[in-house]
């Protein structure tokens, strides 16, 4: 299984960008999908995750500035990020939990971090 982020990049303070995670392989399902960022020498956070059924769970820092959303058919993850502020600068990574394939024993899976960075 691979997860591949793509998006992010540079915008400036109060601008917007996206970000899109799709999961490939053996997959039959997956549980939570979320987005984690890890700024320089801070600890990796999350950011929002979403559940296989749409419910999402934001930090509080992106409540109502960030939306996370999910194409189960497609096995993506999307988060939309509007109003963004210097402090949004990370490295952004992309998660999947509790994917279910033929195996039927579930993993965990991280993706490769995608940079966003934010301008004054």
């Known amino acids: 299984v691979q997860l591949q982020a793509s998006g992010g990049g540079l915008a400036q303070a109060g601008g917007s960008l996206s970000l899109s995670c799709a999961a490939s392989g053996d997959i039959t399902s997956v549980d939570d999908m979320g987005w984690y960022r890890q700024r320089p020498d801070k600890e990796r956070e999350l950011v929002a995750t979403?559940?296989?059924?749409?419910?999402?769970n934001y930090a509080h820092s992106v409540k109502g500035r960030f939306t996370i959303s999910r194409d189960n058919a497609k096995n993506t993850v999307y988060l939309r990020m509007n109003s963004l502020k210097l402090e949004d600068t990370a490295q952004y990574y992309c998660?999947?939990?509790?994917?279910?394939?033929?195996?039927?024993?579930?993993?965990?899976?991280w993706g490769q971090g995608t940079q966003v960075t934010v301008s004054s």
């Open positions: 998660k999947a939990d509790h994917v279910w394939g033929s195996t039927n024993s579930p993993r965990d899976y």
């Open positions: 979403i559940s296989r059924s749409g419910t999402p």
